[in-house]
Nanobody, 123 residues
Framework: LVESVESGGEPVQEGGSLRLSCAAS????????MAWFRQAPGKEREGVAA????????FYPDPMKGRASISQDKSTNTLYLQLNDLKPEDSAMYYC????????????????WGHGTQVTVSS
């Protein structure tokens, strides 16, 4: 079982930046992928960034390329998400997730989820 706690979400002005953190339990060694997802009210959950823990490769959906950067500090089991040039449409609850399946980099139905951290971008 992987447990995680997200932090770093806060109100920010359009064009600003945020770094979200996800403190994960030691059980992440069994995970193959970790990722950030987000969900805004009335909208479907969408992937923001993922990292393939086997070799550290990041994956980004096209809308986030160039604005998001995912990284991991293995020494502290912490996952980070750097968000730049934030827009009001980036406002959402951001969730950290982990998954042990080999094809996790192509999935949205991750196994383990945190409780989320709120990002609000004002214009």
């Amino acid at each position: 079982l992987v447990e995680s706690v997200e932090s770093g979400g806060e109100p920010v002005q359009e064009g600003g930046s945020l770094r979200l953190s996800c403190a994960a339990s030691d059980d992440t060694h069994a995970s193959v992928c970790m990722a950030w997802f987000r969900q805004a009210p009335g909208k479907e959950r969408e992937g923001v960034a993922a990292i393939y823990l086997v070799d550290g490769r990041p994956f980004y959906p096209d809308p986030m390329k160039g604005r998001a950067s995912i990284s991991q500090d293995k020494s502290t089991n912490t996952l980070y998400l750097q968000l730049n040039d934030l827009k009001p449409e980036d406002s959402a609850m951001y969730y950290c997730a982990a998954d042990p399946r080999a094809d996790c980099y192509s999935r949205n139905d991750f196994t383990y989820w945190g409780h989320g951290t709120q990002v609000t971008v004002s214009s």
